[in-house]
């Protein structure tokens, strides 16, 4: 199968070179693209330094702009799995396969990378997870299923759902959303237990009591979402 990994970048200079080293020392037959999304650093120029495969953004998209570009490259070349993973190093590739298998077997649309399922490795600060556990009770009471780590940028999808993202993808709070609308148009989503690290390098966009301010949007973007989306349904 024709598996790509899509590596959001924005200000990753610090860690891309350490991500990518883990990636081809774990999966070296899969293909990877790094999402550069107008990155202020030396991102791109590492990028075209070591020869990566990159795609450079004209204008700043956002999590979900950049991870929507990556969807529609996949598309375009015919790949049979998509896998996000972040450019800060929290996602160790050692766990893609097994990411992968549910996917590849036929048995998930969607499998999402949880922490929270064995509760090893880097769990994220209490606030997080407090806000992590609200809006997985929000996504359960809009969609009916129970998603434990719904802010998981570590995910891989098939052919149908990667060609669905193409088209329609969240751009606020993309990951959650993502899921929701996933599950209301009759994808298959699942959890593989995976073990997280603390970030390498570089500062996340989310700390402190700004989880808190973080989780209350995501709680109402989500209700907004939902009311709003028309679901597409899944293919058969």
Known sequence: ??????????NEEENL?????RLRESCPEVDFLIIDDCSTDGSRALCEKNGYSYLSLPVNLGIGGGVQSGYLFAVER?????????????????YLKALIEPVAHGDLDMAIGSRFITKDGFQSSALRRLGINIISLF???LTGQRVKDTTSGFRACNRALTEFYAQHYAQDYPEPEAIVSALVSGYRVGEVPVVMKER????????????????????????VYRLSFSPRKRPH
């Open 200 to 223: 390498i390098g570089g500062t996340s966009s989310i700390h402190s009591f700004k989880s808190v301010y973080y989780m209350v949007k995501v709680c109402l973007s989500l209700v």
């Open 139 to 141: 996504i359960r009471i």
């Open 17 to 21: 070179e350490r991500v990518v080293e």
């Open 1 to 10: 199968m024709k598996i790509l990994v899509m590596i959001p970048c924005y």
């Open 78 to 94: 015919g790949y049979d799995i998509t896998v996000q993973m972040d450019g800060d190093g929290q996602h160790d590739p050692a």
